[in-house]
């Protein structure tokens, strides 16, 4: 069957930053929260689905950590939540996609498995399986093609993938591409954005084993670019691009919310987590993750920073619903997830 050709919705919004506002709206119907969950647009209506809290201890204290597949809709920014089906089982910390045809997600996983499956959400019609399982990834669209960087191939994984994936949703019949991988360390939970058809990489966290077997993070605050090459004539494939080194962050921001909002060929990084508490005692007082927002300008190469977002959320998304930037959830400190929903709206 022959795909629709997608003029795919982006993050990009023509005010400056200074001309945003930050404002919370109708908060998630359970008063847990979720990290890890799915967000995206579909028919006009802002949803959120899966993720995980838990549910009677915290992870320090052997807590359990539940994943859902519940499916939440919001029709109007003044409105109510209400339960609007389930995602085909429970699933979190995978990649979400919003285009005009529809709602995509990525990957994911639960306790025990990561998944390949990449599906349309409320559609019965299911896009080409990852080339592996994965979750813990980042990810973006540029010009009708989706991109995932990273993540992590199983739940007791002590190592990062080091794979950068495209899919066409232009092409018929189209199948995962296996592009060059980042120069950069392999990562989980990276962000990225894309920006006059050059995807960026920003920030994540390197694995490696510990003393006890379990995976310790090296956090990261490299950036790079990638830019494909001009598709190939006659119906050949689209010839590999390249990558470039960028500027580093000015700090560490891992899981921020992706993919990062782009406003005016400026690229925000909207908190993030540092590490600079990762060892944080009492963990119960821990403070939260940084709010400074990170700019980047595509056309200078330069950082910068524009002020704070009200809200200490990671392990999110960013998405565009009526002309706002919305992060919907996500942790707010270890352990800690937030029902909260933000929306970023012209003053």
Wanted: net charge neutral; hydrophobic share 40%; aromatic share 10%.
């Amino acid at each position: 069957m022959l795909r629709p050709l997608l003029c795919l919705m982006s993050l990009i919004i023509p005010v400056s930053a200074a001309d945003l506002q930050w404002s919370p709206l109708p908060a998630l119907p359970d008063a847990r929260g979720f990290a890890g969950s799915f967000s995206g647009v579909v028919d006009g209506r802002l949803m959120v689905a899966g993720g995980t809290h838990f549910i009677d201890k915290m992870p320090w204290e052997g807590g359990t950590k539940l994943w859902y597949d519940t499916l939440f809709a919001l029709e109007k920014p003044d409105g109510a939540w209400r339960v609007a089906g389930k995602l085909p089982r429970p699933n979190g910390y995978g990649v979400s996609i919003t285009t005009p045809a529809g709602w995509i997600i990525v990957g994911g996983g639960n306790a025990t498995e990561h998944f390949r499956e990449v599906f349309w959400v409320q559609k019965a019609d299911k896009l080409p399986p990852l080339p592996q399982p994965c979750a813990f990834m980042c990810g973006c669209e540029s010009d009708g093609v989706i991109y995932i960087c990273g993540g992590i191939e199983s739940p007791t994984a002590t190592t990062a993938l080091c794979t950068f994936w495209s899919l066409d949703l232009k092409q018929a019949d189209a199948k995962w591409q296996v592009l060059p991988p980042c120069p950069g360390k392999p990562r989980i939970l990276g962000c990225m954005a894309a920006v006059s058809g050059v995807v960026h990489l920003f920030s994540g966290a390197a694995l490696h084993e510990g003393k006890d077997g379990k995976p310790e993070r090296e956090w990261l605050n490299d950036a790079w670019a990638y830019e494909p090459s001009a598709e190939g004539g006659n119906g050949m494939p689209r010839s590999q691009g390249g990558w470039k080194k960028l500027p580093d962050l000015p700090r560490v921001a891992v899981a921020a919310p992706n993919p990062a909002p782009v406003i005016d060929s400026k690229i925000y990084i909207l908190g993030g987590d540092d590490g600079a508490n990762v060892n944080f005692e009492p963990k119960e007082k821990h403070p939260g993750f940084p709010r400074s927002i990170l700019v980047f300008d595509v056309k200078t190469q330069t950082w910068s920073q524009s002020g704070e977002v009200p809200f200490s959320l990671v392990t999110t998304n960013a998405v565009r619903w009526k002309d706002q930037i919305v992060i919907p959830g996500g942790e707010a400190r270890p352990g800690v997830r937030s029902p909260e929903v933000w929306s970023g709206a012209r003053k």
